[in-house]
């Protein structure tokens, strides 16, 4: 039996399930992943068609997008 740290894999199943609310980090998160990625340099990211984007580069586009509307009704709130 295998022990020590989970594999990548594992991980990133785990860090799927939650969205973490803090804006800095998950702008942080989507632009080093902006930086990297190829597709998602040339789609332009922010200004491009989801379909346009790589698989992880939607799926953190989503996560911004939830992350801002949740705070906009938060400050409405308040």
Same mark, same amino acid.
């Given at each position: ?30 632009? %080093?992943?902006?930086? %990297? ?11 491009? %068609? ?6 992880r ?5 989503q ?16």
């Amino acid at each position: 039996m295998r022990s020590g740290t989970p594999s990548g894999t594992v991980q990133d199943m785990a860090r799927r399930k939650l969205i973490v609310l803090d804006p800095e980090n998950s702008f942080e998160v989507a632009s %080093r992943h902006l930086y %990297r990625c190829r597709k998602c340099k040339n789609a332009g990211m922010e200004w491009a %068609r989801p379909k346009d984007l790589c698989r992880r580069g939607r799926r953190l586009l989503q996560d911004l997008e939830k992350v801002e509307q949740i705070y906009e009704a938060v400050e409405r709130a308040a």
